[in-house]
């Protein structure tokens, strides 16, 4: 008996261990802030899952670094349905491709399902610019053709629903000229038609409106105030029109980061050059400081690379009478090994029979490290001398199953 007995326990245990496989992986398209409870797709016939079992295997909706859930399973239908709001631009920012990565466990036996959430994104935010108003001092010498920046308006949404154009309220002195950068974000410089004459008029008021191309179309408004003047004729030069920089998270505050600077070849205060951070989106808000005058940018906030592994800014040099030029200011942020593991116990069988075959499962075991490539692998172990092993399963999963015959007179519990 002892000697037919042994091979199929660990054919069992072996048959057992080959159940516990990632199946192909599924996509669901979903549009951000649809309303809790809507229903996402039937994941239950998408997999070909027991609808009768879901219940009695524990199935449930799991994210890959235990963050917000943000969608659930319905046991009763099979459908996965939205949990949490999902906001695309607060989860991606402006990356074109929102993905969110899902797991679906079953256990009994431990069966993992990866699908993907990509979220699509609506037109619920408008173009809004930097400031409510624009002043800029034009000299009356300037000559017809000469053009000025107005810089951009920013939309948290991307492609059509993100800037698509400019236009500007009519007048008598100038026209619009909008462009396009390398990444495809819209700008616009005012474009002098007909020569300026101080004495004739000192100030003009101008309406600038950015819009989207979403349905409905979404605006938003700057006014600009032009100061007719004299002699101010050298725009501020960057010395670079792109600064890169390369910061460990964790920084302490006041970390300089990088100094840029921007010089200007008037005298006097048309010369003295003044820097600010040109737009400065959520995400980026109080985390770094940027000196005026010397132009050094410095760690104002908690910098962590598993939030954000990059920053990218605009940063601007004007000089005393209102004359300005930008440049671009990236910074990568490097991942230091600043998260411990983390253990979560997903599913234990407590109590337990004392005459349950070696092999058998009694808990899962799931590992988590937010930190990146090498800094996120992990070694997972259990003590010695106990009649229990960790059998790697799943990407960071294990299964806890006893390795020899359980005896409650001997030993009724164990730690």
Known sequence: MGHNGLPMQYGLAFICLAFHLVCGDVSYSVLEEMKRGSVIGNIAKELGLDLGRLSARKARVDTEDNNVQYCGVNLNTGDLIVQERIDREGLCARKASCVLKQELVLENPLEL????????????????????????????????????????????????????????????????????????????????????????????MLLLTAFDGGSPQRSGTVAIHVTVLDANDNVPVFSQTVYKASLPENSP????????????????VNGEVTYGFDHVSDENDNVFSLNPKSGEVRVAGAIDYEKVSSYDMQISAKDGLGLVSYTTLMIEITDINDNAPVIYLKSLSN?????????????????????????????????????????????????????????????????
């Open 253 to 268: 505050l006041d970390t300089l980061v990088i100094t840029v600077s921007a010089t200007d070849a008037d005298e006097g």
């Open 113 to 204: 399902h990866r699908f993907t959430l990509r979220i699509q994104d609506i037109n619920d935010n408008s173009p809004q610019f930097k400031e409510d108003s624009l002043r800029i001092e034009i000299q009356e010498s300037a000559v017809k053709g000469a053009r000025f920046l107005l810089g951009e308006a920013h939309d948290a949404d991307i492609g059509e629903n993100a800037v698509q154009g400019y236009s500007l309220q009519q007048n008598d002195h100038f026209k619009l000229d909008v462009n396009t950068k390398a990444g495809g974000r819209k700008y616009c410089e005012l474009v002098l038609e007909k020569e300026l004459d101080r004495e004739d008029t000192r100030e003009i």
């Open 351 to 415: 109590p337990i029979a004392e005459n349950v075959s070696p092999g058998t499962e009694v808990g899962i075991i799931n590992v988590q490290d937010r930190d990146s490539e090498n800094n996120r692998q992990v070694r997972c172990s259990i003590q010695q001398n106990v009649p229990f092993k960790l059998v790697p399963s799943i990407k960071n999963y294990y299964s806890l199953v006893t390795t020899g015959q359980l005896d409650r007179e001997l030993v009724s519990d164990y730690n």
